[in-house]
């Protein structure tokens, strides 16, 4: 909302007002767009064309699932009818919680977070955006695909997988083989390409496993990439088995966790006969944390390694993005006025 309004700034105040008309309405907050909220029934023909993407977007579910209020039996009970005084205690209760939220956010992405807090409630929107703010948006943006249009939610996935090889690539170290291996890769451009089968064939040379499942096995029963993004291993000088070896996904939907057993050794133990343990990594947009740093909901979140926002954000460096310039580069597109 702080990026898609005109003068660059909302506070808490506006999201508690936004709320109650909602309510009013018997209508979620999160079902309405920023361009209504902002807009009303009327365009505004004045509104500048390079916020038409922030305006497809309103960030209201993630801070929601942020939030973590605790309810007694005895509060409970007492909701089960709430009046106008219990709804707006429940807005303050929330946006005290958002706030504490943004304020952690604020510390830790530093210089890279593109807002700066306003008074005792506000956000303002930082000017000018450096390459690693407009990271930060994106990310945003990909947290929130239900607001986008098909084509531009499938344009931000794919800039979202093609971004997870340079993270896992800067947290392996220089020793460290990492690439795309999910539907995203480009023919031509990126090392495994073509039928599945093709794939698999080429990783198992690289990271020195055997297919034991047949060709029409695996024909017949996968599709795309099987659930795999991203692959990575620790390069060794001699020709022996036994890698280190990574599996990645990356999910950019609600309903992530579901989405790290696909890359786990586990899931793969039909295709490869698998010797070594496999780490198994996820990559979402989110900002999975509570406002102490620490993963929102940890006991929900299944067995494997999380990249969520924050540790995203601290592995692609500005240096990085601000040196890419081929238009093939994944950077170039998460920078391009169509996206962000």
Known sequence: MCAASIDGEYSLSEFRAVRKIAEADDISADEVGPRELLLGDEEDPDLPLSLEAELDVVDLDEMAAAVSLVVTPDDEAANQQPGPAASDDGRVGISKELLEQLEYRAAAFGERYPFTLVGTDGLRIRAPLTPEHRLYLFLVLASNLKYLTKTKANAVTTCFELLSPHVLRSHLGPNAEVHIFGTSAR????????????????????????????????????????????????????????????????????????????????HWAPVFTITVPVVNVLFIPYCARTADGTWFNEYQIPRGVLFDRERIMSRVSAAVLSSCESPENIVAELLSEELV
């Open 187 to 266: 023919s031509g451009v990126d090392r495994y390409s073509g039928s599945l089968w093709d794939r698999l064939t080429t990783l198992k040379q690289d990271i020195r496993l055997q297919i034991h499942a047949a060709r029409h096995e695996i024909d017949s029963n996968l599709a795309g990439d099987n659930g795999l993004d991203v692959v990575g291993w620790l390069v060794s000088e001699d020709s022996a088995a036994r890698l280190m070896i990574v599996f990645g996904q990356c999910a950019c939907g609600r309903s992530w966790q579901s989405k790290m057993h696909e890359a786990s050794a586990d």
